[in-house]
């Protein structure tokens, strides 16, 4: 029963490949999340040990497609809008997270984290993190259930509050690459939006995931790890994938033709957004679920609001 619903959902992810009314179009990336997660809650994920690799690998994948049709000069322009915003707003996130885990006396270790996840790239900076701290697996749990609620919210809210409050493609793309967490959530709620706001979103959250280099120099130095152990932990954790990025929105810029298949290349490029929100989906659990806990969800809660309200009005009335 469980493997065959799996792979019916699966297969409603590959609605992208095929031309769709814009409306229908538009709900795929965040119809495929709820639907990874009531699989998950009800049946569970009968293939967890294959889609847990999977998903980054899509994520990845679909990523550096995505570069393919995006032209290197617009890809700079989307990226450097967005900079010294994230410069601030990342130093204003590490700093209130650091009084509000006092102040509700959360572990330090996992106020750490739900406060790299929500300043950074949600799940992937808090893996980078947590590999430097040596974060125990339960502290690991709470930021990633943390992070995965309100990624999972922000899909669905963002393009619905973007057209209540009058943003254009490319001020929404700002927003939610400043304000959600995860690359693909990122790309799924810019995807409902639009594709001008697709792109723009993709190379905002990009441009600040780069962040993830310095911050996580930093914490291990202000953790006495060495240069030599900082590096070896952390190799593994930076999603290097973005250099490839670059390089094939480089190409597409050097070789104009390529362009003309930039429609299909989106299209294949949101499918596996689609697919990997699908499988984030699925590896969510009620265990994970119930060691949330309410005061990390507070610190989590707390935080999104004040990057998503300051992100706003940066975007909206600069």
Partial sequence: MAKAVFFILAALCLAPLFKLPTEIAAAVAPAALILGTILALTLGNPYAAQTKPLQKTLLQAAVVALGFSMDINKVIQAGSSGFLFSLASISAVFIIGHFITKALKIRPVTGLLVST???????????????????????????????????????????????????????????????IHDVASVAGAGTAYGPEALDTATAVKLSRVLFLIPITAIVAYFNHRTKTETAEKSKVQIPWFIGLFILASLARTAFPPIGEYAPIIKQVASTGFALSLFFIGTALSKKALKSVGIRPLILGIVLWIFISVAAFFAVKFT
């Avoid at 709470?142 to 922000?154: H, K, S």
């Avoid at 809210?157 to 690459?177: D, E, M, S, V, Y």
Wanted: with cysteine.
């Fill in 117 to 179: 996840g929500t300043a950074i790239c949600g799940g992937s900076a808090i893996a980078a993190i947590s590999s430097v701290v040596d974060a125990p697996e339960e502290d690991i749990s709470v930021a990633i259930g943390t992070v995965f609620i309100l990624n999972a919210v922000a899909l669905i809210l963002f393009p619905i509050l973007g057209h209540t409050l009058g943003l254009t493609q490319h001020q929404f793309g700002i927003w939610a690459g400043i304000a």
